[in-house]
């Protein structure tokens, strides 16, 4: 992968080139996975959400390569999955599975020469057990986000964050199905038909995409739309992730004529830093707890695409309290001539709604 000018003179240049190393191996390993996907791929976790043998041999990989690239550094890692139930006795084929995924992953790409045991593979994924917090610094990793679509076949992400001294700082998005070229042509750019976009981003450095496959990076901007009549706005794919009748009356509020586009993931945050769409909603169900990694990675591209993110009562969002996130209600990403009147709708909105 080509390394711009100012990634080399960038202060966090290394762990950018490690990250972006590490969520393209494990986007391999997802994608192989996804193109012969079987029932007994998947599992379904004490919270009754799924995880699948990808979303635990892509949480293996990125905590191997980042310790690999990285061997100066201290390690810390707040990551969604952990080794429990792989440890109980009748996961011990999915565990074989898993392990012989990622071996067969890193052969393939023939950087590094080792081969891992059951055990160590339990380890990697038990390396993603941080707690986070306002001091040093801390991966951030959703192995996959959006498995729900990832199992459908649809979108997912890669998402994979860092945390210095309670600030996001970097953040990079492999998006192995979500197509290269804007939908909507904001940017100018033409890249065919290619699919699979990788995102990355790093404090005060700008945002960019590039082809998972690799390309010559391009550098992404939010849209400038100022008229919310105008806009268009990215909400959950899944209706149990989403408060759809919220988020429709906020967008009848804002006079938003386009249809809400439905994607799966944290590849939205990805399409609207590009200007694919102008709003991001995130409204979930009362009561839901949000997590960081379901929005550290994609916070910071938009954020520098230009965009802003904030949480229903206008402040930013708050990445330092531990593996959750403290914020009020809903999550809000868009330009800063929107922000204003979309934070005026969501409060009304919500006000209305007790
Ligand atoms: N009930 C509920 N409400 C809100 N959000 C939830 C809920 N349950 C799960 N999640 C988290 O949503 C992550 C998926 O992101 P999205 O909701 O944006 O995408 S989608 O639902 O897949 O369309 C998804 O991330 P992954 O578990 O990594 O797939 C979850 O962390
Ligand atoms: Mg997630
Ligand atoms: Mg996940
Ligand atoms: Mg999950």
């Not at 839901?288 to 379901?294: F, G, M, R, S």
């Not at 938009?302 to 009562?313: C, F, L, Q, Y």
């Amino acid at each position: 992968m080509s390394q711009l000018p100012e990634v080399a003179a960038n202060p966090y240049g290394a762990e950018l080139a490690a990250a972006k190393k590490a969520v393209a191996l494990a986007a391999r390993l997802c994608q192989r996975v996804q193109r012969g996907i079987l029932q007994s791929d998947v599992q379904s976790k004490a919270d009754r959400t799924p995880v699948t043998v990808a979303d635990y041999g892509s949480q293996v990989l990125i905590s191997l390569v980042l310790k690999k690239e990285l061997p100066s550094q201290s390690f810390s890692m707040v990551a969604e999955e952990d080794s429990k139930d792989l440890r109980k006795d009748d996961a011990q084929e999915i565990l074989e599975h898993i392990t012989s995924l990622v071996n067969e992953t890193i052969v393939n790409d023939g950087s590094y020469n080792m081969s891992l045991s059951k055990e160590d593979v339990l380890a990697a994924i038990d390396g993603g057990n941080s707690e986070g917090g306002p001091s040093g610094r801390h991966w951030i990793l959703d192995p996959i986000d959006g498995t729900k679509g990832f199992i459908r076949g649809d979108q997912y992400a890669i998402a994979l964050g860092l945390l210095d001294e309670g600030r996001v700082v970097l953040g990079v998005l492999g998006c192995p199905n979500l197509p290269l070229k804007s939908t909507n042509m904001h940017n100018g750019s033409s890249s065919g038909d290619q699919v699979g976009s990788f995102f990355f981003a790093t404090i005060g450095c700008g945002a960019r995409v590039e082809a998972l496959e690799g390309s010559e990076p391009q550098k992404i901007s939010m849209c400038s739309i100022k008229n919310p009549a105008d806009a268009s706005f990215f909400e959950s794919f899944e209706a149990s992730h989403s408060k759809r009748d919220l988020t429709s009356s906020i967008a009848e509020k804002l006079g938003v004529q386009a249809p809400a586009v439905r994607m799966d993931s944290q590849a939205k945050y990805g399409a609207l830093a590009r200007g694919d769409g102008a709003i991001y909603l995130r409204i979930p169900h009362k009561g839901y707890i949000e997590t960081v990694w379901d929005n550290a990675a994609g916070s910071i591209v938009v954020t520098e695409a230009g965009g802003m993110v904030k949480d229903a009562s206008g402040n930013d969002l708050d990445f330092s309290k531990g593996r959750y996130l403290d914020r009020d209600r809903g999550i809000i990403a868009t330009n800063k001539y929107l922000m204003p009147m979309v934070l005026k709708a969501v409060q009304e909105a919500i006000k209305e709604e007790q």
